[in-house]
T-cell receptor, first 112, second 113 residues
C-alpha cells in the first residue's frame, strides 16, 4: 500500500507570494491533517479535514487555509507569504476511527 | 503553540546501550504516539498507545502510557547505528473524532560505534 505522498518536495517563494501544497493520503484514509515544523516552534497542528470538511483548526492566521477533495486528496494554501512561513509542511492521514497518523515526507518551503 | 516536555533533549550513547526518554504534559491525553524522524523526512510511527498503564513493544522498542494519562516513556534496547535520529512523542485526543496531535520537543539520539 502506498504511503502518504506530498508534492512538491521543495519550494522557494518570495515574500508576498502565495503557495499551494498538495497531499495524497493512504488509500482508504479519509482524514488528512496538516502540520508545520520549524526549529523554533517544533511540530504545530494547522488543521484537519475529513470528508471534505474542516473538522479542527490550530492557532494559525487566516492566511493559512486548506481544502479536501472528494477523493480525500488535500491542498493547503498560504497567502501573502512571510519570512517566518519558511518551514517543513507535513501532511498526515488517518483511517476513520483509528488513532494512528501516518506522515508524508513533507514539503520544504523557503520564503526569501 | 503548545509543545510537550520531552527529555532528554539529546543523547550520545554507544552502540549496544539501552536508551530511555520520556514525555510529560500538563494536560490529559487519550492517545500517546511515538515517532522517529530522519533529516529531511516526515516522522515515522514507531508505537501507538491507547490505554492508561498500557505497555507496548515493537521489536527493541518498548513504550508505556502513563497511568495519569499525562506522560509516556520510550525505551530502546541494545541500540544500533540506524537508531540515530530525532524521536518525538505526541499526545492525541479520542481516536474516533479528531486528529489533532500535540508534539513533544524531541530527543536527538546519536549512537557511536
Amino acid at each position: 500500500k502506498a504511503g502518504v505522498t506530498q508534492t512538491p518536495r521543495y519550494l522557494i517563494k518570495t515574500r508576498g507570494q502565495q503557495v499551494t501544497l498538495s497531499c495524497s493520503p493512504i488509500s482508504g484514509h479519509r482524514s488528512v491533517s496538516w502540520y508545520q515544523q520549524t526549529p523554533g516552534q517544533g511540530l504545530q497542528f494547522l488543521f484537519e479535514y475529513f470528508s471534505e470538511t474542516q473538522r479542527n483548526k490550530g492557532n494559525f492566521p487566516g492566511r493559512f487555509s486548506g481544502r479536501q477533495f472528494s477523493n480525500s486528496r488535500s491542498e493547503m494554501n498560504v497567502s501573502t507569504l512571510e519570512l517566518g512561513d519558511s518551514a517543513l509542511y507535513l501532511c498526515a492521514s488517518r483511517r476513520t476511527g483509528g488513532g494512528e497518523q501516518f506522515f508524508g515526507p513533507g514539503t520544504r518551503l523557503t520564503v526569501l | 503553540g503548545q509543545q510537550l516536555n520531552q527529555s532528554p533533549q539529546s543523547m550520545f550513547i554507544q552502540e549496544g546501550e539501552d536508551v530511555s526518554m520520556n514525555c510529560t504534559s500538563s494536560s490529559i491525553f487519550n492517545t500517546w504516539l511515538w515517532y522517529k524522524q530522519d533529516p529531511g523526512e516526515g516522522p515515522v510511527l514507531l508505537i501507538a498507545l491507547y490505554k492508561a498503564g498500557e505497555l507496548t513493544s515493537n521489536g527493541r522498542l518498548t513504550a508505556q502510557f502513563g497511568i495519569t494519562r499525562k506522560d509516556s516513556f520510550l525505551n530502546i534496547s541494545a541500540s544500533i547505528p540506524s537508531d540515530v535520529g530525532i524521536y518525538f512523542c505526541a499526545g492525541g485526543p479520542n481516536t474516533g473524532t479528531a486528529s489533532k496531535l500535540t508534539f513533544g520537543t524531541g530527543t536527538r539520539l546519536q549512537v557511536t560505534l
